[in-house]
């Protein structure tokens, strides 16, 4: 299913949108090699209930935007999982900010797939991973530049009645090994969550 929805946006992770590409603006680490230094990723903060997050895929295309985060049952007991994540946005100067969580598309967009799998109960053994997609429209409808809202920071929860983990807002990519996210969401005010769905077996596993 999720490749299903990254061929229907395409891979067009813009410079300046809420993915970013970060390849031509790699950080100077003070040593001077002929071989550019990768940014790595490191693995998920493995929490006492034995589960962390991350952000694993994203696109932008035409103001329209999907980030997909991922759980990883990272303890030693099976894990269930159902319904939709909890989420908090906040911006650059950690104040949250005010935008209704939607489950679903909640109509931002027509997104093949992303309304496709309803809700479930999942078990996770150690290992096993899940994912949520997430969905916002990056629209500036009001000519008051401070209506506009950009998360820079995000707290994820699995459940209503489960802890809140940050999730650490950068993504894998290919040229530079990680780049920086952030969720610009216009002053739309909303996001789509997608129901936590099992994740596909990752290459070698």
């Known amino acids: 299913m999720r490749?299903?929805?990254l061929a229907a946006l395409g891979l067009a992770l813009l410079t300046g949108c809420g993915v970013r590409d970060t390849a031509a603006a790699a950080p100077k680490l003070g040593v001077t090699s002929s071989t550019p230094t990768r940014a790595t990723i490191p693995p998920p903060v493995c929490s006492p209930e034995g589960i962390g997050f991350s952000i694993v895929g994203g696109?932008?295309?035409m103001g329209i935007r999907v980030l997909t985060v991922e759980m990883v049952n990272c303890g030693t007991r099976p894990y269930t999982v159902s319904g939709y994540p909890r989420l908090r946005l906040y911006d650059d100067e950690?104040?949250?900010i005010d935008v209704a969580v939607l489950h679903g598309s909640g109509d931002i967009a027509t997104v093949p797939g992303f309304d496709a799998l309803p809700p479930e109960s999942i078990t996770l053994q150690p290992g096993e991973r899940a994912q949520s997609g997430l969905?916002?429209?990056n629209l500036l409808t009001d000519s008051d530049l401070n209506a506009?809202?950009?998360a820079v920071r995000l707290d994820?929860?699995?459940a209503t009645d489960k802890p809140w983990q940050d999730v650490p807002v950068v993504m894998p990519n290919e040229v530079t090994g990680a780049s920086p996210v952030t969720i610009d969401l216009g002053n739309t005010g909303r996001l789509g969550?997608?129901?936590w769905h099992r994740a596909s077996p990752q290459p070698g596993g």
């Open 3 to 5: 490749r299903v929805l």
């Open 156 to 158: 994820v929860a699995v």
């Open 59 to 61: 696109d932008a295309a």
């Open 135 to 137: 969905l916002w429209r």
């Open 148 to 150: 506009s809202k950009t």
């Open 94 to 96: 950690q104040r949250p």
């Open 193 to 195: 969550v997608e129901a």
